[in-house]
């Protein structure tokens, strides 16, 4: 409950113009720490980096409020020059897209757009046997996502797409159930949108339980998991059963945010385990900046102190 509240607070004061124009003025000095940077080449320095702690990288083009069609279509542009940038530069690129920046929902020629450049981006994307995760966006998307994944996988394949789950809905369990026939590749998260009671579990322990099911059957069921969460003692237990089950470092990896826990990482890169960072970068950066501030007072300590040393 006082996550949720400290949650909207900060999302309702960075939401303010004068606050976005202060950040701003203050240029990169704090978002280096959670943002690549504005291009594709810095994005791919951030993977070289990574690399040389045995980081594996995940690169996820921000961009927030893309409206019209045309802009959907030049956002995914974006995607592929960042897939061939990457190719280019000797990395298997693995990148993340919400559909709704792509035009999911938004009909073009009897087909509906996000599903149109979805299908640009695996194809690429593909051809350099890389990988796209389509991110989960508000509840009101999960149907949809779903059912676009689905028909995804059956193009692509499933060494080439795959998606997220959210522990915070009451539905997720049955979703992953139901996806198991494909045997899909996911990533599950705890959930980022502020979703209502009537969908979404409002007690952090009952998110936590079932982030905890959701990885065990997902890994039990014998398919690759993304265990994305900064949350220690998470995967400590998701280590103390892959160990009880036999179920080997390479069934699945460890995700987390570029910038955040840093230490933990490297820490579990270096014992053997597949770690990725999630790479935001584009010129779009301070509604990414402020959800991650949202997160949590440390990062919001950690802003402050960047502000008041000027
Ligand atoms: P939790 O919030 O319980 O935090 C666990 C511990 O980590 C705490 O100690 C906390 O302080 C620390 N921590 C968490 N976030 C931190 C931060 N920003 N800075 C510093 N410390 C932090 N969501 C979604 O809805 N759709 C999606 O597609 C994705 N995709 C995605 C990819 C990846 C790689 C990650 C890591 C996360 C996502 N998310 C997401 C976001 C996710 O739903 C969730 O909001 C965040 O991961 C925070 O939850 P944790 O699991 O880390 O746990």
Redesign the pocket.
């Given at each position: 409950m006082i996550?949720q509240l400290y949650r909207k607070a900060v999302l309702t004061v960075a939401g303010q113009k004068t606050i976005e124009n202060a950040v701003r003025a203050r240029g990169w000095g704090m978002a280096q720490r959670f943002v690549a940077g504005e291009t594709p080449q810095t994005a791919i320095q951030a993977v070289h980096d990574l690399k040389k702690d045995g980081i594996m990288a995940?690169l996820d083009l921000l961009g927030e409020f893309i409206e019209s069609p045309a802009q959907c279509t030049q956002f995914a542009d974006n995607v592929i020059t960042m897939l061939d940038a990457a190719h280019a530069d000797g990395i298997t690129p693995y990148v993340?897209i919400k559909l709704s920046s792509v035009g999911q929902g938004k009909t073009v020629d009897g087909e509906d757009l996000g599903l149109t450049n979805a299908r640009r981006i695996i194809r690429r994307a593909r051809e350099y046997g890389g990988f796209v995760c389509l991110?989960?966006?508000d509840h009101p998307r999960v149907d949809q996502t779903l059912m676009q994944f689905r028909t995804l996988v059956g193009e692509f394949g499933g060494q080439h797409v795959g998606t997220?789950l959210?522990s915070y809905l009451y539905r997720t369990e049955k979703d992953r159930a139901s996806l198991d026939d494909l045997k899909p590749n996911l990533?599950i998260?705890?959930?980022?949108?502020l979703e209502p009671e009537t969908v979404a579990y409002p007690q952090?322990a009952d998110v936590?339980a079932a982030?905890r099911r959701l990885v065990y059957a997902h890994m039990s069921a014998g398919n690759y998991v993304?265990v994305?969460?900064?949350?220690?003692s998470?995967i400590h237990d998701v280590q103390m059963y892959a160990l009880a089950h036999g179920i080997s470092k390479d069934a699945f990896e460890f995700?987390?945010?570029y910038g955040?826990?840093r230490d933990l990482q490297r820490n579990l890169a270096a014992a053997g385990y597949r770690v990725?960072a999630?790479i935001p970068y584009g010129r779009d950066w301070y509604p990414y900046f402020s959800r991650?501030i949202a997160?949590?007072p440390?990062?919001a300590m950690f802003v402050l102190r960047g502000m008041l040393k000027g």
């Open positions: 996550d995940n993340s991110d989960m966006e997220v959210q990533r998260v705890k959930g980022a949108y952090k936590d982030y993304n994305a969460t900064h949350d220690e998470i995700q987390m945010l955040i826990r990725r999630y991650r997160e949590t440390r990062n």
